[in-house]
């Protein structure tokens, strides 16, 4: 008996390299069958329950790779059941999250503990990042190998790059030994410190320090000889720079196990948004020049970049209600990320397929996560939404409770319909 059966889709499935008209029907939270043109009358009748998708898109559920969470530790601003719901309602099916929380998930327990608490929550699935090093310092490894027992998919060290050397050889030496990505945020510290905005001409008109773009590919160059020793899967997180898209072309040219994404502000927007002051633009890494912009959206349609990530996180009102300097960086995601990733579609940047496959298939293959693919034996974690429908962003209308966006008012297109986890469905706009 077929539970679900959603038919009179447009199905994109990037493995498969599938976008026609059909159905997919879901059999004890996985999917059983997916054809092309109308559903056999049999699956129509004899399934349980059955959605006609009036011509919207049925996709793998989007798997959001860097998500900051506020729980444990700021639950005000967001907890894990509103974070999870919300990011169902933006079509995403599966969240990895970093471990900058408090306490810090640098041993097993909290990976334990965050687990089970998600698995009792009705929305996105959750996965998590082991830290790096004790208390995100840099300084002492974490206990790698228990964390990726507990299921920790990969390691990370927050918002914080491994200064040492040494330390970060060595961090790359257990990944390789467990078979974990490591997930790097690129930024030389030391060039940084005290930093405002990016560096440049507008940085010096606005009286802003500046950080470096530089920065960031000096941290790739030096980790892809780490790499080399050690043979660890590294990926760059939130690429920004041109500096940076051409070393990991360098990287992946050599044969290197090199991957890499970026975020939405880093493709749709440039420095010169933060000629207002408006502390919602204050992002890290910061809005780059319009040559950045240009270069990420490169690497993204010829592979240089693999994924898109929301970069989500959750900002406290209070701490963004100050000057541009002192203001916390970071924005909400969850909402946005399909309708910002559609618009390199719309704009005739990426087929649509693509950006399918750097929102749901990439993330899944990167990490070893189930997902992002459509086919019978899958996981039934998928997401409906209509490519061509309009709204315009406001921050108060989103269902995360983060509710700070860079991009307020900007008229968009695509928007999630409903979302399944698991063959249940776990959000439908009404």
């Not at 969470?69 to 894990?80: I, V």
């Not at 471990?99 to 959750?126: C, K, T, W």
Request: hydrophobic letters at 45%.
């Amino acid at each position: 008996m077929t539970d679900l059966l959603l038919h009179n889709a447009r199905v994109l499935d990037p493995a498969a390299a599938r976008d026609e008209p059909g159905y997919v029907a879901v059999t004890d939270g996985t999917i059983s069958a997916v054809g092309a043109g109308a559903a056999p009358e049999a699956l129509v009748n004899g399934a349980t329950q059955a959605h006609d998708c009036a011509g919207a898109c049925l996709a793998p559920g989007l798997i959001d790779m860097r998500v900051q969470s506020a729980d444990p530790g700021a639950e005000h601003l967001e907890d894990l059941s509103t974070l999870l719901r919300a990011a169902a309602s933006g079509g995403i099916t599966s969240i990895v999250a970093l471990p900058d929380v408090s306490p810090v998930v640098d041993d097993a327990s909290m990976i334990d503990s965050l687990s089970l608490r998600a698995n009792r929550i009705e929305g996105a699935r959750l996965f998590l990042y082991g830290a790096a090093t004790r208390q995100l310092q840099g300084h002492a490894m974490a206990e790698l190998g228990l964390m990726a027992d507990a299921g920790a998919v990969g390691f990370a060290n927050g918002s914080r790059t491994i200064m040492d050397s040494l330390v970060m050889r060595r961090v790359l030496s257990y990944c390789s030994m467990l078979d974990r990505p490591f997930i790097q945020h690129c930024e030389d510290h030391n060039l940084t410190a005290g930093s405002e905005m990016n560096e440049g001409e507008t940085s010096t008109r606005l009286g802003l320090i500046g950080a470096p773009a530089e920065a960031e590919a000096m941290i790739i160059d030096r980790d892809m000889h780490l790499v080399r020793l050690s043979g660890a899967r590294y990926h760059a997180a939130h690429v920004s720079t041109r500096a940076a898209v051409d070393a990991l072309r360098r990287a992946k040219n050599d044969g290197l196990p090199v991957t890499a994404d970026t975020a939405p502000p880093y493709f749709m927007l440039n420095e010169l948004s933060v000629s207002t002051y408006d502390t919602a633009f204050k992002l890290a890494p910061p809005l780059r020049s319009e040559d950045d912009r240009q270069a990420v959206i490169d690497a993204l349609a010829d592979g240089t970049i693999d994924a898109i990530a929301s970069d989500h996180i959750p900002v406290d009102g209070d701490a963004k209600a100050q000057p541009f300097g002192p203001a916390q960086p970071g924005a909400s995601g969850l909402d946005t990320l399909l309708a910002m990733t559609l618009s390199l579609v719309h704009r005739e940047h990426l087929p649509l397929l693509r950006a399918m496959e750097l929102l749901s298939l990439a993330p899944a293959t990167i990490l070893d996560l189930e997902g992002g693919m459509l086919r019978e034996g899958a996981t039934a974690d998928i997401v409906l939404f209509d490519p061509q429908a309009s709204w315009v962003v406001r921050a108060a209308d989103f269902a995360s409770t983060s509710r700070v966006t860079p991009f307020e008012g900007l008229p968009v297109q695509g928007r999630v319909t409903a979302s399944w986890v698991g063959g249940t469905q776990v959000f439908l706009r009404t």
